[in-house]
């Protein structure tokens, strides 16, 4: 079973509008934490967000922000007054268990452009 | 800071040619993962290495690929013989530390074309 969905392959966003990418994980432990990456054209991946299975608030990081809802198993990234920089790929990410390992697991990523 | 270094950033090679990759973390940073990035997918953790152990590498087709961190900085992953279906990024990221909430920093990546 796919441990983490992005099923939004792609979404549009008018400039200095605001939008929310959609993630659903699987997991059966309770220590887990989740990340928000953007992939430029470029490739590199940008680090956004974290926020840890027992957080008890919302992450949020400048314009992003993480509405973690732990029953429903998702994670959806918020991003305010979209940028045109903003356009790219972006990957919810997992890590499980709370040891070295710690397994990482992407989902397959939505593609965000944003019209001017 | 100097970030995560790879080379080569482009590589073509035929199939059952051999190819490796190399990649130089963050200095400090004790873990450091290789993922494959196919077109399209997102990444998939081929190995993770703490210092110059080992400490997952399940997803790691072990039968042609191979990996090391001999001195527990940088790093070598190595594909032999290449398939068609390796053509995809090589990405190479490290963290200060293991841990959930560990940031992980990545490099640039290196893109395989197997012809």
């Known amino acids: 079973a796919q441990k983490i969905t992005q099923t939004q392959p792609g979404m549009f966003v008018q400039e200095k509008e605001a939008v929310t990418l959609d993630c659903t994980y699987d997991t059966s432990d309770p220590s887990y934490g989740l990340f928000w990456y953007k992939q430029p054209s470029s490739g590199e991946m940008i680090f956004l967000i974290y926020q840890g299975s027992y957080d008890q608030q919302n992450a949020t990081e400048g314009r992003y922000s993480l509405n973690f809802q732990k029953a429903r198993k998702s994670a959806n990234l918020v991003i305010s007054a979209s940028q045109l920089g903003d356009s790219a790929m972006y990957f919810c990410a997992m890590r499980e268990g709370n040891t070295n390992a710690g397994k990482s697991t992407f989902g397959d990523g939505t593609t965000l452009t944003v019209k001017p | 800071e100097a970030g995560v270094a790879q080379s080569p950033r482009y590589k073509i090679i035929e199939k059952r040619q051999s190819v490796a990759f190399w990649c130089n973390p963050i200095?400090?940073?004790?873990?450091l993962y290789w993922y494959q990035q196919i077109l399209g997918q997102g990444p998939k953790l081929l190995i993770q290495?703490?210092?110059?152990?080992?400490?997952?590498d399940s997803q790691l087709p072990k039968d042609r690929f191979s990996a090391e961190r001999l001195k527990g900085v940088d790093s070598t992953l190595k594909i032999q013989p290449a398939k068609l279906e390796d053509s995809a990024v090589y990405l190479c990221?490290?963290?200060?530390?293991?841990?959930?909430?560990?940031?992980?920093?990545f490099g640039q990546g290196t893109r395989l074309t197997v012809v």
């Open positions: 290495f703490q210092n110059n152990g080992v400490v997952d």
């Open positions: 990221a490290s963290s200060l530390e293991p841990g959930l909430a560990a940031e992980a920093f």
């Open positions: 200095s400090g940073h004790a873990t």
